[in-house]
C-alpha cells in the first residue's frame, strides 16, 4: 500500500492532462449512475464496490436491463451482497467505484484499485468518480475525506494502477433553464474564476486485454 512516488504520479497526471488541457471543458453527464448505464456492457456483471443505499442499481434496471448488479460495501449497516473483495469468486465485467477512493489515503487508493484489476475480465471496464475539487467546499463537506483528487491526479493514478484511461467527464444535473443559463451564460465566468458547477468528476477506463 505504499503511495507513488512524486515523480511517478506527476509524469502520469502530466499525460492525462496532455489529453484532456482543461478540466472545464471536460463534457457533462447528468449523473455517473446514467453514464455507467449507458457504456457498461449489455451483459455480464458489474459490481458496485462502496455501494451504499444501491442507488446504481436502480439505474441500471431502467436504463440497462441486461447487466446484472452486485454489490460490495464494508458498511456492516448497507445491505450489500459482498463485505470484502475477497469474497468475489468470479471475474466481472465492469466495476464501479463511486465517491469512495476520497475515503483513503493515496497508497491505499492506489492499491484498491489494482485489487480490482484481479477481478476484472480482460477489457473490462472500471468507473471512478470523486468530488470535483474545482467546485468550492465539495471535497471539504466531509470529515471522512482523505485525498482529493483534481481530475488530472484521478486519471492518472488510475493509469498507475494498470488501466487504460478512456473517457474523463463531469458530473451535473439541474433543470433545463439552469442548466442552460450554466452551459451558455454562466461557463466562461466560471473557467475565468476556476471555480466550476459540476459537482464530481467521473473516469472511465479500462483494464489491459
Known amino acids: 500500500m ?27 453527464v447528468k ?37 446484472r448488479y452486485r454489490s460490495l460495501d464494508p458498511d456492516r449497516g448497507s445491505r450489500a451482497d459482498a463485505r470484502d473483495l475477497s469474497e468475489v469468486r468470479e ?18 487508493g492506489l492499491d484498491l484499485l489494482r485489487r480490482i484489476a484481479r477481478i476484472l475480465r480482460p477489457g473490462g471496464l472500471l468507473f471512478v468518480s470523486t468530488p470535483n475539487v474545482f467546485m468550492p467546499g465539495r471535497y471539504l463537506r466531509d470529515a471522512t475525506h482523505r485525498t482529493p483528487y483534481a481530475y488530472d491526479e484521478l486519471g492518472g493514478v488510475i493509469s498507475l494502477a494498470g488501466y487504460a484511461v478512456e473517457s474523463l467527464q463531469r458530473t451535473y444535473n439541474a433543470p433545463a433553464v439552469w442548466r442552460a443559463l450554466r452551459l451558455w ?3 466562461p465566468l466560471h473557467r475565468y474564476l476556476g471555480v466550476d458547477f459540476a ?11
Open 91 to 108: 471475474p466481472v465485467e465492469a466495476v464501479a467505484l463511486l465517491e469512495v477512493i476520497e475515503h483513503l489515503p493515496l497508497g491505499e
Open 199 to 209: 459537482p464530481s468528476v467521473l473516469a472511465v477506463a479500462r483494464r489491459s486485454p
Open 31 to 67: 449523473s455517473a449512475a446514467r453514464a455507467i448505464a449507458a457504456a457498461a456492457p449489455p451483459s455480464g456483471t458489474l459490481l458496485d464496490v462502496g455501494s451504499g443505499e444501491g442507488e446504481l442499481r436502480e439505474a441500471l434496471a431502467r436504463h440497462a436491463p441486461g447487466v
Open 185 to 187: 451564460v454562466a461557463a
Open 2 to 28: 505504499e503511495p507513488p512516488t512524486w515523480s511517478e504520479l506527476y509524469r502520469a497526471r502530466r499525460a492525462v492532462r496532455e489529453r484532456w488541457p482543461d478540466p472545464f471543458r471536460l463534457p457533462l
